[in-house]
């Protein structure tokens, strides 16, 4: 998981927003309860226009914070 999670940041890092969204769905599969993979995958689909998919992941990421 961490593995695609950096390929993730190394993606938005060059602006492959498609290959970075991928990666980070990855990273999320094999670690869900990740608090960055969610919020960097909802940074990403706002950066795509997708604001319901975007929200839809930072719940999930306030969700993890708050179990913190």
Same mark, same amino acid.
């Given at each position: 998981?961490?593995? +695609? +999670?950096? $390929?993730?940041?190394? *993606?938005?890092?060059?602006?492959?927003?498609?290959? %970075?969204? =991928? %990666? #980070?769905?990855?990273?999320? #599969?094999?670690?869900?309860?990740?608090? /960055? +993979?969610?919020? =960097?995958? %909802?940074?990403?689909?706002?950066?795509?226009?997708? /604001?319901?998919?975007?929200?839809? #992941?930072? /719940? +999930? *990421?306030?969700?993890? $914070? =708050? =179990?913190?």
């Amino acid at each position: 998981a961490p593995a +695609y +999670y950096n $390929m993730g940041c190394a *993606y938005l890092k060059v602006n492959d927003l498609k290959k %970075a969204k =991928n %990666a #980070f769905h990855d990273a999320i #599969f094999l670690k869900p309860n990740i608090p /960055e +993979y969610h919020y =960097n995958l %909802a940074y990403v689909y706002k950066q795509l226009g997708k /604001e319901k998919d975007a929200k839809t #992941f930072l /719940e +999930y *990421y306030n969700k993890l $914070m =708050n =179990n913190y």
